[in-house]
């Protein structure tokens, strides 16, 4: 690769083929803007390298701020995945066993 290859094409290390079947959490953020999207099911083999570089060639003007809701809804629309209902079963906030309680989306 070159050094004007765009970064989507250089990731710091291979992300592993995700199997059908898999349950996954969707992620985004850190540290305290660190958020679940959602539980979500793979319904066929999916690439996530492969699937990166083709919206990235879709949405050149996401370099610099990628839109993952856009993303999500995009894998959406391809029927890679599927929502699983789920509850949150939350231990604590700042150590107390008081603080235990059930979420639900």
């Known amino acids: 690769m070159t050094d004007d ?7 710091d290390k291979p992300m592993e083929i995700i199997p059908a079947g898999t ?3 969707i992620t985004v953020g850190a540290f ?23 919206w990235m060639k879709l949405h050149p003007d996401q370099v610099d701020r990628f839109e993952e809701d856009k993303f999500l809804a995009w894998l959406f629309g391809l029927g890679l995945l599927e929502q699983i209902d789920f509850i949150e079963w939350h231990l604590t906030d700042f150590g107390g066993a008081d603080e235990m309680r059930i979420e639900t989306p």
């Open 5 to 11: 290859t765009p970064w989507w094409e250089q990731p």
């Open 23 to 25: 349950v996954m959490a």
């Open 32 to 54: 305290s803007s660190y958020q679940v999207c959602g539980i979500f099911r793979a319904l066929f083999i999916i690439n996530p390298e492969e699937l990166r570089t083709e």
